[in-house]
């Protein structure tokens, strides 16, 4: 089995475990300001296109078995896959950052009290 396959089973498997996991989680967090969101947003941003762009430099040599052979419809879904498992854990990691750490420390700088 080539080694694209394998990351893209294994990321298709982390990402049905990790949603179900997630979901039948009970703790529920408070809600975020726009602020929050838009802060959240651009630090994902900024924060994906730097893993993307390696991620990227790291797959596409593997999606390709050869250089001079077409990519395969199979090797662009399992790339999907990684690529899709990757931006997961990332957006999933930086909001629960921002939610627990970044949103006190704004509401600080603000002046907003949580009372």
């Given amino acids: ?7 893209g089973m294994a990321s298709m498997a982390f990402v049905v475990w990790f949603t179900w ?12 300001s726009r602020r929050m969101s838009l802060a959240e947003a651009w630090t994902n941003i900024a924060i994906g ?7 990227n430099i790291w797959m596409i040599p593997l999606m390709a078995d050869k250089t001079d052979v077409p990519i395969s419809w199979w ?7 990684v690529f899709t498992t990757i931006s997961m854990f ?3 990691t930086i909001r629960r950052f921002f ?3 970044i949103q006190r420390f704004i509401e600080w700088v603000a002046g907003v009290s949580r009372r």
């Fill in 90 to 92: 990332r957006q999933y």
């Fill in 75 to 81: 090797n662009y879904w399992w790339g999907g896959w």
């Fill in 49 to 55: 296109l730097s893993i993307n762009y390696v991620s």
């Fill in 99 to 101: 939610n627990s750490h």
């Fill in 1 to 7: 089995m080539k080694t694209l396959t394998i990351l």
């Fill in 21 to 32: 996991y997630e979901a039948t989680r009970k703790d529920q967090g408070k809600g975020q």
